[in-house]
């Protein structure tokens, strides 16, 4: 046992009271029986998976000497001492923990959850801090011996590789960031827009007069990542940074994905092409609605119909062929579980979102980029958006043949995320792109995306009429039946390969609201995505 620590059992329990430097704890295991000893080990190289007994025993030591401050013996209980040394001492003299208290849970196999209650304290400001992470014990595969599976977030679930964690004074000024209406968001009521409420603040705490405090943070180690603050123990002066956010919309976004494992959803007001609602699930995650890039399935068959209309190529009363299968440069499209339509209007083939219809048509556009064009130059994309945070705003590469096919139905090498499929919804609603924002470019003078050309007259006219026929009589009625006002949909399944259900996307709009949501792995869009976007656009 380390230096200076006193053992003992008490009612039955393990206990371990750190004395003897400079700050103290103690780890607390319940029920602890038998155990190997580190001597045993290493007398004797043992194989197969660990042991429950081995388990207990390698975790009791490890966060025993963790919390005693012991970190160089604690690296060396696990299968990585060279990175784990100095994260276990950043622990103790870069964040500044006075003192560490370390309660393990029961085990689960070969995993131990724990509690850390610790007090930190910087110039004369000291507040306690507590949090939950936990452990996995793996047999080391040159000894033998149990060891600790070093991952940084054994010392704090956020910290990723590469971070540090710090407590001084921060880096960027203390901001409250507010709703449209003045309400401040926080990441406590509005998980989803943690990560995003860090970005707001290094990009313009200083701007709106905001004053460092003291904190506790994750120092992230890249000028590209925002750090994260954990714990403040001296709030700094607040700047008050407006955004487009609305309260009503963002809560019902956050609500709405909260039951999925990787969902995302954006909403915009068309006529503005403010942002009201972002949301991401799990919350503390990439933020895929902004930034994902991934095949938006039939949803992006509202710039394809927007294209096919211009050109003249059809119409939306006008008769179009919708076969069960369609090739193009030898390769073969058909339609979700083989329907055929035969000879029907346009806005039918668009509101049961058949491939065919769409594939019979490319031959008459006479340009593999022509698709790439109309989306640059009536919709926006790729025109280096500038919302207030970081954002990718939609791509359609060059391709020929058959890739280029699949374009048009959203597959294939089309790059898009909720934000863009939102705006382009709110595009085709509104009839002219509106670049969708997040803080008023008034704020910093930051110059918004414009098109080239709005959709005319007649063409807005029948692709909103089209998605309105999608959102009462076609793939998205389900979805959209709770909807009142003016409203219209497009569903789309993007199939991703070694994926065994297709991504979920829909796409929605209720008057002066748009919305769009991806749920990866969740089937017809009209099943997963669609209600998310519904109680999203309830809610405008």
Known sequence: ????????????????????????????????????????????????????????????????????????????????????????????????????????????????????????????????????????????????????????????????????????????????????????????????????????????????????????????????????????LSTGGKGRLATTIDTRVQAAAEQAVKGHGHASVVAIQPSTGAIRAVANSPASGNNTAFLGRLAPGSTLKIVTAALLLEKGLVTADGPAECPKTAMYFGRTFQNLDGFELGTVPFKQSFARSCNTAFIKKIDDVHDDAALGKEAREVFGMDSEWKTGIPSFDGKIPAETGGEAAAQYIGQGTVQMNPLTVASITATAKNGTFRQPYLVSPDLDDRPLATAERPLTSSVARQLRDMMRRTATSGTGAAAMVSVDGDKGAKTGSAEVDGQADPNSWFAGFSDDLAASAVVLAGGHGGDAAGPIVAQVLRAG
């Open 1 to 232: 046992m380390r230096s200076g620590a006193k053992v003992a059992i008490v009612g039955g329990a393990f206990l371990v009271v750190a004395s003897g430097v400079g700050y103290g704890g103690y780890n607390l295991w319940s029920g602890v029986t038998g155990g190997t000893s580190s001597k045993n080990a290493a007398e004797e190289r043992r194989t197969g998976p660990v042991t429950s007994e081995e388990v207990t025993e390698t975790a009791k030591e490890f966060l025993a000497a963790w919390a005693s401050g012991e970190s160089d013996r604690a690296a060396q209980l696990t299968n990585n001492p060279v990175e784990a040394g100095p994260a276990l001492l950043a622990f103790r003299e870069s964040a500044m923990i006075g003192k560490a208290y370390i309660t393990p849970g029961t085990p689960a196999g070969t995993t131990v959850p724990f509690a850390v209650r610790a007090t930190v304290s910087y110039e004369g400001h000291t507040k306690a801090w507590s949090y939950a992470s936990k452990l996995t014990v793996v047999r080391g595969l040159t000894t033998g011996r149990p060891l600790v599976e070093w991952q940084p977030t054994v010392v704090h679930p956020k910290l990723t590789k590469g971070a540090t964690l710090r407590t001084g004074e921060a880096k960027v000024a203390a901001i409250a960031v507010v709703d449209r209406d003045g309400v401040e968001l926080t990441e406590d009521k509005y998980p989803s827009l943690g990560p995003i409420l860090g970005e707001l603040r290094q990009r313009y705490g200083a701007e709106v007069g905001g004053k460092p405090g003291i904190e506790t943070w994750i120092d992230s180690g890249s000028e590209t990542v925002p750090d994260t603050t954990l714990l403040t």
